[in-house]
């Protein structure tokens, strides 16, 4: 069982976690909520598109830990076991644990120093899920996320599913973020491969607010007259908009558009 | 269509409803390993199987179900209340009219997809929400799998957690399982929205058809509702002008909004709509009375 001061913790982070607005401010809270389980690592690194080809980009974490510094200097990521077991996961509801792991695979000796270091920098024990957020109509997962927390923690049912609620909540929240300041134009950070995993979005960042504006509407809207009125403009100034983003988007026709755009709930 | 039936018309659905009985003991007990749901007469019914409750049914044109899902109103006694109350440890369920709680969902047939290639859970989940938008109804809660979870991250919902992810089973020589009980605000916005995204351009997925009983006193049984999707699939000119009727005498919350009604016009119509002889033109209806052209 976990303290009461962790449960509280836990409650409140549950509470207020679709109304944090940035990845550090995220990232502060997580450090607070998981602390008190004795978590001293987690990231979480995004997936898109065939295995082959996978654009992966980090969402959340913390970055400035010893064990993230020292994995770096060392370009630990070419060789670790961890991510490249993560990016072909099948069994997505069954997290998995390093013991597990270590004891049910074959790795090389640079693989088990990865791990035996990461014990001396206090990561005893360490849990990697599966967050499957986008599945196409032949059960094919195109777009995933995975999350690897480390730390003082023991392998039990309660610690998984509690860790897996939070990072649940958070994934859901940093994913909202990323999209944000993509549309806002301040971040390509993670937004930039969900949009341009679909080869037909490009430019966005060229068109103008109310281009912008005009597409939003665009998109959740059936006529031009409903956009009209959302918009507050003329019918003849809302086809004028339309036309000058999907000229700037270079699409052939505004239903190549609007499939485009939603296809990946862009802008929704 | 989706069949929705309540307390006013399951008098019409009873071979249905035993049949769905039957079918939710073989998926729940039998396939899911629920075994605390066991009964002996092979049929799943339990506490929240009252008068209350509102089913949603996918049926094809034999009366055969092929998926289907319980709505209890939380001002009765549901689940999250109840059964699971420890659960909700982040919030404690909701309690109020404008509150439902989902449960017992289950596809008796995954490859099933309706004529327009709209696979079943699709129809089923639209159709709630629709229903749920038409009532009024402005959250659903329920305790949802876990590995649905994750694919909630990508919709635009407001949706919350009502406590932590758990694991079930275990006790009673159940298969061991995990979810958590989940909050989800609906309204008009919400089902525009999730209708584009997933490319739901059927208009209506739920016509409470078999709800009528304040102006007419009388329920729909299944064929008749058949015999009006016929005629709607015949004359979708007329699509939003029946449904808008069939909500106003369905619609026991506000009798206030009948009395704009000729009730006979309004009875002649649903009894006879799959008759032809007011099938002219768009059946007009501004400001009150139903006027057939």
Known sequence: ?268 | MIHVINSTNRHLYEDVLEQMFALRHKIFVEEKGWKKLERESGLDIDQFDTDDATYFLKLDRKGTILGGMRLVPTTAKTQLQTIFKDWCTFSAAPENACEWEWSRYFISDKSFRSSAGIPVFYELFFGILEYAVSKGISGLSGFLEANTLPRLSKLPWDMKYLGPITTYGKTHGEKVGKGAPVHVTVNARMLKVTKRLKRMSEKYFAIPLGANTVVSNKAYDPDTCFQFLDFAAEHPENLDSLVKIVETIGDAADPKSVKYLHNNDAINLLEGFNQQHFTNGPIAMVNGPVHLQ
């Open chain 1, 1 to 268: 069982m976990f303290s009461q001061q962790a449960w509280l913790e836990i409650t409140q982070f549950m509470g207020v976690v679709d109304k944090i607005s940035t990845i550090d401010e995220l990232n502060e809270s997580l450090r607070t909520v998981l602390g008190q389980l004795g978590v001293k690592h987690l990231i979480c690194i995004s997936a898109f598109g065939m295995p082959a080809m996978q654009n992966r980009k980090p969402m959340f974490g913390f970055r400035d830990t010893e064990w993230v510094k020292h994995y770096r200097k060392m370009n630990y990521h070419v060789d670790d076991a961890l991510p490249q077991y993560a990016l072909k996961l099948r069994h997505w509801e069954d997290p998995f644990w390093w013991t597990d792991f270590v004891a049910e695979n074959d790795l090389t000796p640079l693989q088990l120093k990865i791990f035996s270091e990461a014990h001396s920098y206090g990561l005893k024990q360490g849990v990697v899920f599966g967050i499957p957020v986008d599945v196409d109509n032949n059960d094919e997962v195109v777009e995933f996320a995975y999350a690897s927390v480390a730390g003082d923690i023991v392998k039990s049912d309660e610690i998984e599913n509690t860790l897996l609620t939070v990072l649940l909540a958070a994934h859901r929240t940093a994913r909202r973020i990323h999209m944000r300041l993509f549309l806002a134009n301040e971040s390509k950070f993670l937004a930039d491969p969900i949009v341009n995993f679909s080869p037909n979005i490009k430019n966005i960042d060229s068109l103008t607010p109310t281009e912008l504006a005009t597409l939003k509407q665009f998109v959740e809207n059936d006529t031009y007259e409903q956009i009209a009125a959302a918009m507050g403009c003329s019918i003849s100034n809302v086809k004028k908009h339309l036309s000058s983003a999907q000229d700037k988007l270079e699409f052939g026709s505004r239903k190549e558009m609007l499939v485009s755009l939603l296809r990946h709930h862009y802008l929704i």
